[in-house]
């Protein structure tokens, strides 16, 4: 089976910065997109950004100029450098990845990590 693993998430005072990480790991035979959502108490899960496979990416409009999305394709990892935080960020940030699996070759399945909290706080 396929797995996303998240970390980087924590703590941190508005204007701060941390550092997301969502590693694939399983029966990978390719990863087309790759991504970031979050979800914040009360509210519906949202899109923060994407990045395909050849590295053209897009963000939500709240996070442009601060976030910067990125991935190794050797590593089968995506990236999100968060900077200059706020509190309205505070949110379980998600990664997501649309992945062909080697046991199920032309089928693009759609996977979830299990979340990581961020906090921004003073």
């Known amino acids: 089976q396929v797995q996303l693993v998240e970390s980087g998430g924590g703590l941190v005072q508005p204007g701060g910065s941390l550092r997301l990480s969502c590693a694939a790991s399983?029966?990978?035979?390719?990863?087309?997109?790759m991504g970031w959502y979050r979800q914040a108490p009360g509210k519906q899960r949202e899109l923060v950004a994407t990045?395909?496979?050849?590295?053209?990416?897009d963000y939500a409009d709240s996070v442009k100029g601060r976030f910067t999305i990125s991935r190794d394709n050797a590593k089968n990892t995506v990236y999100l450098q968060m900077n200059s935080l706020k509190p309205e960020d505070t949110a379980v940030y998600y990664c997501?990845?649309?992945?062909?699996?080697?046991?199920?070759?032309?089928?693009?399945?759609?996977?979830w990590g299990q979340g990581t909290q961020v906090t921004v706080s003073s």
């Open positions: 990045i395909t496979s050849g590295g053209n990416t």
């Open positions: 399983g029966s990978i035979f390719s990863i087309n997109v």
């Open positions: 997501n990845a649309d992945i062909v699996r080697t046991t199920v070759p032309g089928v693009r399945y759609h996977y």
